[in-house]
């Protein structure tokens, strides 16, 4: 009997050692797993949820709407310096419809000052009679935002994104003011500052752009900025600044442009 009983304690003496050894065993593995895993699965699920609310965010020129792959935060009228005037920022603005003011605003005489942006639509040869009837109408924008989009990107000269990993918001034509004046233009003036070159920003304009207010200017009054199509420039003579790959480039069509939201 005693020696059962010594038996016994050995048995169950062996028994626990072999489970609180199997214990600390597991316990090693599970901390060795989560230090190894976890940092990993914390940047997936950072990711995952930064890339839930994100907001990716771009401006329709020519559109008083985004469209239905987006919302629209606001909408406005396109802006820029005169050309009458030699100073001025350089980039379009899309100046909401409604502004508002600081309660103390600033009344200043001398400003930087800032106009509207207004269809040319002299350098296209090929066009619908609809969008002829724009010519001189104030150019709309919306500014957008894209739901669980990272980035947004204006790809000029295509008229489709690069592949299906991007999502297309919209295409158009590339626009941006005119490299140069001709007599005959009606808004010519012989030695104002409409004549020396006035460098803008290129924009995106949606190929079914409308007009702001559906009001056209006076054929007198030019105040502000007209936008202008954009061509390929073409040359074979070295030197001259054009593209000199024509084709695929033509001298012939509007660039096309696309923006693309991944």
Not at 17 to 31: A, N, P, R
Not at 59 to 78: A, D, F, L, N, V
Not at 90 to 111: D, K, V
Request: overall charge positive.
């Amino acid at each position: 009997l005693t020696l059962m009983h010594q038996g016994f304690g050995f048995c169950q003496f062996s028994l626990v050692t072999f489970f609180s050894i199997l214990l600390l065993l597991l316990i090693e593995i599970w901390s060795f797993w989560y230090l190894l895993y976890f940092p990993v699965w914390t940047k997936l699920l950072v990711k995952s949820q930064s890339h839930t609310q994100a907001w990716a965010t771009y401006t329709r020129w020519g559109k008083k709407s985004c469209p239905s792959t987006s919302s629209m935060i606001y909408s406005g009228q396109m802006a820029s310096p005169d050309l009458l005037s030699a100073g001025g920022g350089t980039n379009y603005l899309c100046l909401p419809t409604q502004p508002s003011y600081h309660s103390n605003s600033i009344e200043a005489n001398r400003c930087s000052y800032i106009g509207r942006v207004w269809y040319s639509l002299e350098s296209v040869r090929q066009q619908t009679r609809e969008q002829t009837t724009l010519r001189y109408h104030t150019v709309p924008c919306t500014v957008c935002e894209t739901e669980k989009q990272l980035a947004s990107l204006m790809i000029p000269a295509m008229s489709q994104c690069p592949n299906s990993d991007w999502t297309l918001e919209y295409s158009g034509y590339l626009m941006s003011s005119p490299t140069h004046y001709h007599p005959s233009d009606p808004y010519h003036k012989p030695g104002s500052p409409r004549n020396k070159n006035f460098r803008t920003n290129y924009v995106c304009v949606d190929e079914n752009y409308e007009s702001y207010d559906n009001i056209a200017s006076s054929a007198k009054s030019f105040s502000g900025s007209p936008l202008y199509f954009v061509q390929a420039e073409c040359r074979q003579t070295s030197g001259s600044g054009s593209l000199q790959r024509c084709p695929p480039f033509s001298t012939k069509k509007a660039l096309a442009c696309v923006v693309c939201s991944k």
